[in-house]
């Protein structure tokens, strides 16, 4: 079984700075895919950004981008230019590439609660 | 991506009824899926949802409890069942709109139990 683990429960950073999210990853696959989602306060989930393993190019999406280190099993999220709309619980995700039968489950981290200040 | 809606978006509800919530998509998806979302708590996948076939329930989820429709290809519903106070929760339903490799996800609905 995959086990995605989140070591920071809660983090803050003042605006137009710059903050990184750690997550850690648990799984015996050679190929899965790693998300950021975010979930602000109205609770809507929104993804944030997607990695394939397969890939060696980190991710980014405009402000966001990550370092994906699959030896050591590490998928952190960087934020740049932090904003006061980028407040929010930040969950870090796994998939296996071939779930096979119609299952793609995605397994959460407990989350990250990032505050960010003006 | 997709424009996922849920309704109700909050209940309150007392124990022992059961409580139907539904989500709408507005593309065809082939997929969907329900999520549970605990107080404080991460999210956990409580079944897969394909149109045509009857849903796949993951560990610890049993349909008598948690029964799912999937009539067509953009609507899903969920039913809490016989409710208890532990089921309070924020229920998600989310598509493969990119692929079932790239989940989005609706609103949810906060579920309160008394």
């Known amino acids: 079984a995959q086990t995605v683990t989140q070591s920071q429960p809660e983090m803050s950073v003042q605006e137009a700075e710059t903050v990184t999210l750690s997550c850690t990853y648990d799984t015996s696959e050679s190929n899965y895919y790693l998300f950021w989602y975010k979930q602000p306060p109205s609770r809507q989930m929104i993804l944030v950004i997607r990695q394939e393993a397969y890939k060696q190019q980190n991710a980014t999406e405009n402000r966001f981008s990550v370092n994906f280190q699959k030896a050591a099993k590490s998928f952190s999220l960087k934020i740049s230019d932090s904003q006061l709309g980028d407040t929010a619980m930040y969950f870090c995700?796994?998939?296996?590439?071939?779930?096979?039968?119609?299952?793609?489950?995605?397994?959460f981290g407990k989350g990250t609660l990032l505050t960010v200040n003006p | 991506s997709a424009v996922i809606s849920q309704k109700p978006s909050r209940d309150i509800c007392q124990r022992g009824t059961s409580l139907t919530i539904q989500c709408q998509v507005d593309?065809?998806?082939?997929?969907m899926f329900w999520y549970r979302q605990q107080p404080g708590q991460s999210l956990t996948l409580i079944a897969t949802?394909?149109?045509?076939?009857?849903?796949?329930?993951e560990s610890g989820f049993v349909i008598d409890k948690f029964p799912i429709s999937r009539p067509n290809l953009t609507f899903s519903t969920l039913t809490v069942s016989n409710m208890s106070p532990e089921d309070s929760s924020i229920y998600l339903c989310?598509?493969?709109?990119?692929?079932?490799?790239?989940?989005?996800f609706g609103p949810g609905t906060r579920l309160t139990v008394l």
């Open positions: 995700a796994f998939m296996k590439t071939h779930s096979g039968g119609s299952n793609y489950k995605l397994t």
């Open positions: 989310s598509v493969g709109a990119g692929g079932p490799h790239e989940q989005f």
């Open positions: 949802a394909n149109q045509g076939s009857e849903a796949t329930y």
């Open positions: 593309s065809q998806v082939t997929m």
